[in-house]
C-alpha cells in the first residue's frame, strides 16, 4: 500500500535549511495499523503531510498503491488524495455553521461522486459512526466524541483505502477517546490502513507497528508484542 525509500524533505527558514525528513524509509502493508511516534520537531508531521500527498519531497520516492507520487503534478496529487486518502485531525476541522450531515457531504463536492448517490452515502456513515440520530446537528451541538465521529464519517465518504491520523483522540476525555480508537480499530479490521500519529505510548499500543521517529530518522521501528483493545461497554451511549 505504501512504500517510502530514502525520503528527505528540506525546508527554508528564513534563509537556513531545515531538514525536516533525513532519508526515511518505510513499508506499509495494506491493511496494517501503524502507529509513528516521536518528540516534537522529529519529522512526525511532515512525514503524515508527504502521505497524505499534501506536500512532495525533496527526495526520495513514496510509493502509494504502486503508484510513485514523487514527481506528481498538484492536480494529480489532488485527485489521488481525494480518492485513496482519508484524514482526522485532532482538532476535527469541522464546518462550524454546517450540519454533520453536510460536513460528510463536503467531499463529494471535489471527487465527482455520483450526485444519486450522495445523501444516502453521508446518512449512511453518519449511521456508521452512530451519529443517525444528530444528522441535523452543528459542530457546537455536539461533543469533542462527536465531532470526531463526524470527522471520520467525512474522511470515509470516497471509500480511501489509507487512514491518516493525526492524534485523533488529542482533544477528547479518555471515555470519548476510547469509543474513537474502538472504531478506527474496527476500520482497520475492516480493511482500511491506518496510521496514526500520536504522543502516547498508549495510545501507540493499539497498533501493530509503532515506528519511532528522531531527527527525521527512524530509530526504530517496533512490533507491538501485546496490542491493546479499545473495549467499549455495549450499553454505552456514544460520546
Known amino acids: 500500500m505504501v512504500r517510502i525509500t530514502d525520503l528527505v524533505k528540506t525546508y527554508q527558514l528564513e534563509g537556513i535549511e531545515v531538514r525536516a525528513l533525513r532519508g526515511l524509509s518505510l513499508t506499509v502493508d495494506p491493511g496494517a495499523f501503524i502507529a509513528v511516534m516521536g518528540p516534537s520537531g522529529c519529522g512526525k508531521s511532515t512525514l503524515l503531510n508527504l502521505l497524505g500527498c499534501l506536500d512532495r519531497p525533496t527526495s526520495g520516492t513514496l510509493e502509494i498503491g504502486g503508484v510513485d507520487v514523487s514527481s506528481m503534478s498538484p492536480t494529480d496529487l489532488a485527485i489521488l488524495r481525494s480518492q485513496k486518502i482519508g484524514f482526522v485531525f485532532q482538532t476535527f476541522h469541522l464546518l462550524a455553521r454546517a450540519s454533520a450531515f453536510a460536513n460528510v457531504m463536503l467531499p463529494f463536492v471535489y471527487s465527482g461522486y455520483p450526485s444519486e448517490r450522495r445523501k444516502p452515502r453521508a446518512l449512511e ?23 470526531q465521529r463526524v470527522a471520520i464519517a467525512r474522511a470515509l465518504a470516497n471509500d480511501p483505502g489509507i487512514l491518516l491520523a493525526d492524534e485523533p483522540t488529542g482533544n477528547l476525555d479518555s471515555k470519548s477517546g476510547l469509543e474513537i480508537m474502538a472504531l478506527i480499530e474496527r476500520l482497520n479490521r475492516e480493511g482500511k490502513t491506518i496510521i496514526m500519529v500520536t504522543h502516547s505510548r498508549e495510545l501507540a499500543e493499539h ?33
Do not use: F, K, T
Open 207 to 239: 497498533a501493530e507497528r509503532i515506528v519511532h521517529l528522531l531527527d527525521g530518522v527512524m530509530i526504530r521501528d517496533e512490533v507491538v508484542a501485546e496490542r491493546r483493545v479499545a473495549e467499549v461497554r455495549p450499553d454505552a451511549e456514544p460520546a
Open 125 to 147: 456513515l453518519l449511521q456508521y459512526v452512530g451519529l443517525q440520530d444528530r444528522v441535523r446537528h452543528r459542530p457546537n451541538q455536539l461533543s469533542g466524541g462527536q465531532q
